[in-house]
């Protein structure tokens, strides 16, 4: 495989992911009602026009105290229709990721759009039968868990809320701070969904230069 190339993340996700087996179905383990606020999250985020906003090669902090994560990292990528969004739980792990000579090099979640036509039936049939949101036909979100060695483990609903929660506020970080994230100003927000869940957002990442 092609070797990681320093501080293009960009690049290096979009030629090492996706692994994933699109044959099964991939949210088997995942019940019916999370799996539905994870789709309506997904549909809001799309709906922000992220990356539009967002800048594609900059890291992102992110603190989630109701999962007891400070100081993690996300970075959106998008390379012609593929796009998503990759969580590190800490920047030093996006850093081995961005220069590591071994694929990945670290483990991460992400959750990236495929269109229709890209996906297995299993996985469509799953979304019509359960009548879960979608943004639009090629905004299907697929989480996934990568490992450090490449490999990915069945997902499982750990993985699910922390999607849902990197979702819901770079959403609104996009709608509320779309303009200056545009004009690449720094931006620092608190997002409040509700009483137990909160997100903490720096863009671009304190530890990136």
């Avoid at 099964?24 to 009602?33: G, K, L, N």
């Avoid at 549909?43 to 994560?69: G, H, Y």
């Avoid at 709608?175 to 994230?181: I, V």
Wanted: glycine share 4%.
């Amino acid at each position: 495989m092609t070797a990681h190339t320093t501080n293009s993340p960009v690049a290096i996700f979009t030629t090492t992911h996706l692994f994933a087996d699109d044959t099964i179905d991939p949210f088997r383990a995942i019940p019916h009602e999370q799996l539905a606020s994870l789709f309506v999250r997904a549909s809001v985020f799309v709906d922000a026009r992220p990356w539009e906003r967002f800048p594609l090669d900059t890291p992102i902090a992110l603190d989630l105290p109701q999962l007891d994560l400070f100081g993690a990292c996300a970075f959106l990528w998008k390379e012609g229709s593929k796009r998503g969004v990759a969580f590190f739980f800490s920047y030093e792990e996006y850093e081995t990721f961005a220069t590591s000579r071994e694929m990945p090099g670290a483990a991460f979640v992400s959750l990236d759009f495929y269109s229709e036509s890209e996906l297995h039936p299993v996985v469509t049939r799953r979304v019509a039968l359960d009548a879960l949101c979608l943004a639009d036909r090629d905004s299907y979100p697929i989480p996934s868990r990568v490992e450090a060695d490449g490999t990915e483990p069945e997902l499982t609903a750990a993985d699910v809320e922390l999607c849902s929660a990197v979702l819901i506020g770079l959403a609104d970080v996009a709608n509320e701070h779309g303009a200056a994230l545009a004009c690449g100003e720094a931006v620092q927000a608190f997002v409040e969904v509700d009483e137990e869940e909160v997100v903490l957002v720096e863009c671009p990442h304190p530890g990136w230069s």
